[in-house]
Structure formats: structure tokens, C-alpha cells
């Protein structure tokens, strides 16, 4: 038999730590042999003992390679010009790439067969292989990056008393059957490399920047810092109708939130731009990138039709009780608006989504009918309709003399950023009392 090195064809002397590569390259690309005991030139040496040469090789690469190859490859002694020889038969793999258990999904540790040698994948021809493994949807492809934390996540599991071992990392499809974490790992991680842009601006267009912020790390750590950025602009509008004084948010609450997860949950993350929001005195914007799943209308949307294009996102969502069914957001979202002459507006183009939510309270901006009485807004206390949580929370500092931020994560098994938020209308509304800072701050009952 002629020995000669080729696209499908390696030659070794003996048993080396570059072997690894090689067989990497073959199992990513059209599968090949390797042939050990036989030089560079195609002169055969041949082994002493080629059992012990095939063992060698599998124990090498057994937990040297990832995912497992070790079912693509097959092993023979062979004899050529009276010597033994082994040859390797390596098959293309199918949970491509294969890669360096020590380097990771990356080109450092990821090979290919270009010509008659191995070399360093790119991080195009790695995306590609992953793709073409595990398919179109995003979120179920293998991270690129394995090194990921979950500390945000599970604080956010353990304030929603929901359990985040690895087995329910498993069940909710953040790691696959070879325990390598997927995408959706990634969007949940500390190391999330998806971000939220928004922006504060005067008037009603984009030509003066009051604030601006880019929101990064897990997606609920993006959540919660997001939803406290925008609830911190919603300002309180008091008007009064006889002798009833109505107190009005510039936008109802279950539409920022509603409008927020539609962001997060609908998003098309294979691109890498950021999602965008956008507040103007008379509106805000939330522009998502990727348009509407084929086959699908706006006024299939409108009516409560929804096809997810992040499943199993969603349903870590719907697991932590953030949402409660698929396509019910925008028709809470129009409800909220049930009433009021300015409604919600949807628009999308094929790579974008947009929600545009008026601001209730901009009419008065615009002077167009009187907002207040004579006396200033800010002399006159605010009193503001309490929810379940409010009453929870004053019930507790009657009982108890006093309440804390922290008595009230635990009392409403919220989080911290709701916690605040609770305490601060209640604050607002003159029913509480803060008293120290810091650590040290308290809460008690105005009397």
C-alpha cells in the first residue's frame, strides 16, 4: 500500500499529544485515517504493540476531546512490508465541533482539515458547525464560551422559590445531555454578551440627551435594572375631578412590564445589536430586534396568536412566574390603555419589533387642560391606591413597630429592586416613615 499524507490522511510515527488534533480535524470535516507507524515519507517502521498502541489512543482522547468521539473512530492492525502498523479510521462526528476539552469551543481548541494539515478553526467555521448540528433556533445551539457563572440566576430562582440545581439547569435546557452549556445558558449567565441601550431625551425627539445607560450581565439582572430605570421617570400626575383627587402614572405599570418581557422573551439574539428604549416626555419606545416569525401577521399578534421564537426562554420565564401564557402580553397591554384617547402602538419591519406606549400625562405637558389645583403638587401629599403587597407591608410594620427592606423581600418573596419600590410608595404616600440610612434604614407607621 502507498502511504500519503492528504486531506484524509495523517501518518505517525508513533503515539503523540498531536494526534488529538488530528483526530479533532477529521471528526469536524469528512472524516479520514490515521495511520501510526509510518513515517512523514510513507516508510513504514510499524509498532511493537499495536493493542497496546490503539489503547494508548483511546484512553488519550476519552476525556481529552469534547463531546465524546470515541464512537467515531475504529481501530485495525494492519501489516505492511512484514511490520504491524495501526490505523485509525476516524468518521465526521455528528455533535460538531469537537474540540480541546482544556481550550474549550474556541479556535485554540477547535481544528480542521485544510489540505494535509490540522489547523485552527475560525470562530465563523465554528458557529457554522453548531449550526449545522444543532440547527436554526439560537438558543438550543452549544455556547461558544463554557466557562459561564449563574449567580444573578439563582438569586432570582431562590427569591421565586424555584430550585436551580444542575438537574433543573438540565430540565430547562441551559446545559445539554453532554452537560455543555447552551445559548440559553448564556443569556441567563453572568457573561451574557446581549445588551439593553436606553435612553432619556427632551422633547419629543432624539435631539438632546438627558440620561443615557447600556444594561449588560444576565438577562434578569437586565430585567430588574431596566424596569427600576424606567420606573424611576414614571412620575406620579395628580389631578382633581370635584372633590376627588386622581392620582395617574404616566404609564400603567403592566404595560412597561408587559412591553419589557416582550423585549426580552421575542428577541432575535443571533444578531448582536442591542435592544433599544427610548423615553421622550410624550412616549416611550421599545425596539427589539427581529421582526415577526414567518407566518405570522400583526393582527395574529393582536388577538392573542403567538409563535415564540425563544421557547424555552420563555418557558424559564413562565417557570419563574414572570409570564403566564403565551400571547396574552399585548393584550395587557391594551388594556391597561382601556379608557384613555392615546393608545399603544405596534409597528414591526422584518428585523424589528417596536411597541410605542403614550404617555398618559404628556396632554398636560402640552397645557391643553389643567393638570393641577392651585396649590403646587409638591405640597399636597400624595395618596396613591395601595395593591395586596402595600397592605401586606403596613399590616407587618403595625405589628412589628417598624419594617426593613429586607423584611419585606422575605414578607413578599420579592426582589430587592420591588422591595425598594414598595417601601418608596408608601413613603410617597405618607403612610411610612424612613428613619436611618443605609443598613440601618427602617421604616414606621406616620401617625
Do not use: W
Not at 490515521?34 to 482522547?61: E, F, K
Not at 468521539?69 to 512484514?82: A, I, P, S
Not at 465526521?92 to 485544510?114: C, F, H, I, N, S
Not at 440601618?440 to 401617625?447: A, E, G, L, R
Request: charged share 30%.
Amino acid at each position: 500500500m502507498l502511504f500519503r499524507e492528504s486531506e484524509t490522511m495523517e501518518l505517525k510515527e508513533t503515539v503523540t499529544d498531536e494526534i488529538k488534533k488530528e483526530i479533532i480535524a477529521f471528526a469536524n470535516c469528512d472524516g479520514g485515517k490515521l495511520y501510526i507507524g509510518v513515517q512523514d515519507d510513507g516508510t513504514v517502521i510499524g509498532v511493537d504493540d499495536p493493542d497496546s498502541v490503539s489503547l494508548q489512543i483511546s484512553n488519550m482522547i476519552r476525556d481529552a476531546i469534547k463531546p465524546d468521539v470515541t464512537m467515531f473512530l475504529h481501530y485495525k492492525t494492519m501489516e505492511e512490508d512484514g511490520k504491524e502498523i495501526v490505523a485509525v479510521d476516524i468518521q465526521r462526528g455528528t455533535d460538531r465541533p469537537y474540540y480541546l476539552a482544556k481550550k474549550g469551543m474556541r479556535p485554540e481548541g477547535v481544528y480542521v482539515r485544510q489540505g494535509y494539515s490540522s489547523v485552527p478553526a475560525t470562530d465563523a467555521a465554528i458557529r457554522r458547525m453548531i449550526k449545522e448540528t444543532d440547527g436554526d433556533r439560537f438558543e438550543a445551539m452549544r455556547c461558544l464560551n463554557q466557562e459561564l457563572t449563574f449567580e444573578v440566576a439563582g438569586k432570582e430562582f431562590e427569591l421565586r422559590n424555584v430550585e436551580f440545581g444542575p438537574q433543573q439547569m438540565r430540565t430547562l435546557k441551559l446545559v445539554d445531555h453532554e452537560n455543555l452549556y447552551s445559548n440559553l445558558g448564556l443569556l441567563l449567565s453572568d457573561q451574557c454578551v446581549h445588551t439593553i441601550k436606553a435612553a432619556v431625551f427632551q422633547g419629543t425627539d432624539q435631539m438632546v440627551f438627558r440620561d443615557r445607560r447600556e444594561f449588560g450581565g444576565s438577562l434578569l439582572r437586565q430585567m430588574n435594572e431596566v424596569y427600576d430605570f424606567i420606573d424611576f421617570r414614571n412620575q406620579t400626575r395628580a389631578t382633581i375631578e370635584k372633590l376627588l383627587r386622581i392620582d395617574v402614572r404616566d404609564y400603567p405599570e403592566t404595560a412597561v412590564r408587559e412591553a419589557l418581557l416582550n423585549l426580552l422573551v421575542h428577541r432575535d439574539y443571533s444578531f448582536s445589536a442591542s435592544a433599544l428604549i427610548s423615553i421622550y416626555t410624550d412616549r416611550i419606545e421599545f425596539v427589539s430586534i427581529g421582526g415577526l416569525m414567518p407566518g405570522i401577521d400583526l393582527e395574529d399578534i393582536m388577538v392573542g396568536i403567538s409563535v415564540c421564537r425563544n421557547q424555552d426562554l420563555a418557558n424559564v420565564f413562565y417557570r419563574l412566574r414572570l409570564i403566564e401564557a403565551y400571547g396574552t402580553g399585548m393584550r395587557k397591554i391594551m388594556r391597561a390603555y382601556e379608557g384613555m384617547e392615546e393608545k399603544p402602538v405596534i409597528e414591526t419591519t422584518k428585523n424589528a419589533f417596536k411597541i410605542i406606549l403614550p404617555n398618559r400625562n404628556a396632554k398636560y405637558e402640552k397645557g391643553t387642560e389643567p393638570a393641577f389645583s392651585a396649590e403646587p403638587l409638591e405640597n399636597v401629599p400624595v395618596v396613591a391606591p395601595l395593591g395586596d403587597r402595600e397592605e401586606k407591608v403596613l399590616e407587618y410594620a403595625r405589628t412589628h413597630g417598624a419594617v426593613t427592606r429586607n423584611d419585606v423581600i422575605g414578607l413578599l418573596e420579592v426582589s430587592a429592586s420591588t422591595a425598594a419600590r414598595a417601601l418608596k410608595k408608601l413613603v410617597k404616600s405618607n403612610l411610612l416613615r424612613q428613619n436611618g440610612k443605609a443598613r440601618s434604614t427602617n421604616y414606621t407607621i406616620v401617625k
